[in-house]
């Protein structure tokens, strides 16, 4: 603290002409005043050091907008208060305490400096006094009014009723009311300006009868408070009473070993301070009544709920991040990014015991292995695990829990699962996030707001238990198949972590290293029983299984264990070696073939790339033409974007049929159908636009599509080909079905890198800028027929 010399207040002709100005927000100094000032801005400590060294003169001007943070002049009232430092405090962090005493009041007339910080051209203004009984009287006034607020008031100190009845300057018993009393800024700020006392005194009088309508009023309700607390206490004396009538008829007797067991898990219970006087003043109703009462169920069941939450109980984590990944490593392959995440929320563990744990969500399509990967980080931090899917939910209470007043309530999953957990920092395995919906009855995604804030989640409060509970210390995982139903607010909250679809050689290293043995040993059979070459896994992978995930591969293995013993047990063998020739005796026919080339080797079909939640997939698109008038028919349960898409194909291709050859009325003598199959699906997305604008052509100019190509892309009526979304889903898929050429927009290339190497390496990508790109890359081969 840096104490500075004291002073006497200057006289006029020392008063300096120019002084540095200070902004002040909310706060009014008047003349007299000594008020503590909070410095941080860097402007205005490099102010206040440089008035320290001087005389210690400084401008404090009230701002007219207080959310401004770096005020000009132009945010500055005119009138102030000239001011002396008389002590300053320096903070590390380069902050400032100053204590200031107000001196005379000031007008600015001029600035002379905008940076670092404002100095400002001053007048002292002087206050006209008129010595009439007028103004005795409003002094006088003023004085008793303010010692009437200072009685109500509990923020006044009684010290100010000496301090005003001693002052006999008026201007000076104006300012110490005006800096006392509880007005706004621009009521304090209108008094600083009015030099008239007299005046000054008028606005005062106003002031002052409306503050002590205001404390008086809140007196009176106080009182009223105080009267309700007494009836309460009255309450519970006869209450009291009314217990030891009972325990003379001998009606207690059925509750004495409830109330003394609940007692007993109150007392070796580590409750959080407001949920041991919630359960106190539940024990005591319990005790008055009889046991027969629908009242008493409800509250027992409530004790028992709350009792019984694990308030305090932790469990320790495993730290060692070597364990951890082995852990990992061991039950999923690859995911590097997801593991190098756990592993450094353990490092951080070991620097900070108390850091909140992420809110993650997994999203990926169907049987990449989410759900598992959350009992698998659990197990790699030594925490409990429980799960519950939000798959369908549509009531809020659901989450938060139903109130008490309704028959049969309970709380939210939430508290059920950390109670079934027995441990406060669990992980909690939240399902299908993407799949709450809402109806009447609230939205569940709006309750989980809170759930998964880590800002919030420290004081979650449940309808039914109406208590705080810490979730902080949970982790919270959420999966999804994808993002867009997701709530943006509660999308905003998560760490979302992206499991892409697997690839061939994934899956092939997935089935040896995981499945397969998982499956021997659900299966009782021994490694010598069973060998399954990886030459046979790669079969079942291609012909028997077309998915992102591994779920219907893992079904297969599970098929082909289970006719190996049956196999054993008959005695018809020890020992099978499953080759892949004998798959179709095994497990059938071949469920997926190469279909692409069988299927575009007539004009008019083109094989476009889509996304859906389940990962990527292929389409065709096929066109036909016949006799007619110029019409375009859609089938195969197109959406509204999907249909806009063809007619922007077809008005393209009319709009440049002279560019392509296409005689002048074909277009009024054929008309055009265009058909996706899987009718029963229904489809949408503006990803198919190059796709039916290269169908279109290819009818129309009797050329067949290339068999190797599939494409993706939105076309634009000026031919323009734009980015769409799911690349990485949609080239795996190309992959999966064999295709060796990918076209898609100019713009997507830089989606490839999320694309795994041994993917790209067999694929080659074609970027599209413009619809005669597709053209030229799709559409090749002689033509089949010629229209005249």
């Not at 009024?668 to 190059?690: E, L, M, Q, R, Y």
């Not at 413009?770 to 799709?778: G, S």
Request: aromatic share 6%; hydrophobic share 40%; net charge neutral.
């Amino acid at each position: 603290m840096t104490e500075l010399p004291n002073h006497p207040l200057p006289a006029e002709q020392d008063l300096p002409e120019a002084v540095p100005i200070l902004p002040l927000q909310d706060l009014v100094i008047f003349p007299s005043m000594v008020a503590p000032l909070l410095v941080t801005a860097s402007s205005s400590t490099q102010l206040i050091d440089k008035v320290v060294s001087g005389n210690r003169f400084i401008g404090l001007i009230a701002q007219k907008n207080i959310e401004v943070e770096n005020p000009t002049k132009e945010d500055l009232y005119k009138t102030g208060c000239l001011g002396r430092v008389l002590k300053m405090l320096k903070f590390p962090d380069d902050s400032m305490r100053v204590l200031v005493q107000g001196l005379r009041r000031i007008k600015v007339t001029d600035y002379d400096q905008d940076s670092p910080y404002l100095i400002a051209r001053i007048n002292v203004l002087e206050d006209k006094t008129e010595n009439s009984a007028e103004l005795v009287a409003l002094m006088r006034h003023a004085s008793k009014e303010f010692q009437k607020i200072i009685d109500v008031s509990p923020n006044l100190p009684d010290e100010l009723k000496m301090s005003a009845s001693n002052l006999e300057d008026p201007s000076k018993l104006a300012d110490l009311i005006a800096a006392n009393l509880n007005i706004t800024l621009v009521e304090k700020q209108k008094l600083l300006e009015t030099v008239d006392v007299g005046q000054r005194f008028s606005l005062l009088t106003e002031a002052l009868e409306k503050e002590l309508n205001v404390l008086q009023l809140g007196s009176e309700i106080q009182n009223r408070v105080s009267t309700a607390l007494s009836k309460t206490q009255r309450e519970y004396f006869l209450r009291e009473q009314l217990k030891q009538i009972q325990k003379e008829l001998g009606e207690s007797e059925g509750t004495t070993s409830d109330v003394t067991e609940l007692k007993k898990r109150l007392d070796e219970g580590i409750l959080s301070e407001e949920a041991a006087k919630v359960a106190r003043k539940e024990i005591e109703r319990i005790e008055i009544m009889p046991p027969s009462s629908a009242e008493y169920t409800v509250s027992r069941s409530y004790l028992d709920w709350l009792l019984g939450m694990p308030w305090g109980v932790y469990t320790d984590d495993n730290l060692d991040l070597k364990r951890a990944r082995k852990i990992l490593d061991e039950d999923h392959y690859d995911m590097e990014s997801i593991k190098e995440r756990i592993v450094e929320f353990l490092a951080v563990l070991q620097l900070k015991k108390d850091k909140h744990a992420p809110i993650i969500c997994f999203v990926g399509p169907p049987g990449v292995g989410k759900t598992s990967l959350g009992k698998s980080i659990a197990r790699a931090l030594g925490r409990k695990f429980v799960r519950f899917s939000l798959g369908g939910l549509r009531d809020e209470a659901e989450i938060r829990g139903h109130r008490r007043t309704y028959v049969g309530a309970l709380p939210g999953r939430i508290i059920q699962a950390i109670r079934r957990s027995g441990s406060s920092n669990p992980v909690v395995m939240l399902d299908e996030i993407d799949k709450v919906g809402k109806d009447f009855r609230g939205d569940p995604s709006a309750a989980l707001l809170e759930v998964l804030d880590p800002e919030q989640n420290s004081d979650f409060s449940d309808h039914y238990l109406e208590v705080s509970f810490d979730l902080s210390r949970a982790m919270f995982i959420t999966t999804a198949n994808w993002l867009d139903p997701i709530p943006p607010a509660l999308r905003d909250r998560m760490e979302v972590l992206e499991l892409r679809g697997y690839t061939e050689l994934e899956k092939l290293q997935i089935a040896t290293q995981f499945l397969l043995p998982q499956q021997r040993a659900e299966h009782g059979l021994k490694a010598k029983q069973i060998n399954v070459p990886k030459a046979t896994i790669q079969k079942i992978i291609s012909s028997y299984t077309r998915e992102a995930g591994v779920r219907n591969l893992e079904r297969e293995i599970a098929n082909l264990c289970r006719k190996v013993v049956r196999m054993i047990v008959e005695g018809r063998k020890t020992h099978v070696n499953v080759m892949s020739k004998e798959l179709p005796k095994l497990l059938g026919h071949e469920k997926f073939e190469f279909e692409v080339a069988e299927r575009t080797a007539v004009a008019g079909v083109a094989t476009a790339l889509a996304w859906t939640p389940e990962g990527g997939e292929i389409l065709f698109v096929e066109a036909s033409r016949m006799p007619g008038k110029g019409t375009l028919q859609l089938t195969g349960s197109l959406g509204e974007v999907m249909r806009e898409s063809a007619q922007a194909a077809l008005s393209y291709l009319r709009s440049h049929a002279s560019d392509l050859k296409i005689p002048e009325k074909y277009f009024f003598k054929n008309d055009i159908h265009i058909h996706v199959p899987a009718g029963g699906t229904p489809k949408d997305g503006p990803s198919a636009g190059v796709a039916m604008a290269a169908a279109m052509a290819s009818i129309t100019l009797g050329k067949k599509v290339r068999a190797d190509v599939a494409m993706t892309g939105e076309i634009s009526l000026r031919g323009k080909v734009l980015p769409v979304g799911g690349i990485k889903e949609k080239v795996m898929a190309a992959a999966r079905a064999g295709i060796r050429t990918v076209l898609l927009p100019q713009k997507n290339l830089l989606d490839l890198d999320d694309i795994p190497p041994e993917v790209r390496k067999k694929l080659k990508f074609i970027p599209l800028n413009t619809v005669e790109d597709v053209y030229k890359n799709a559409i090749s081969g002689r033509q089949i027929f010629i229209e005249e």
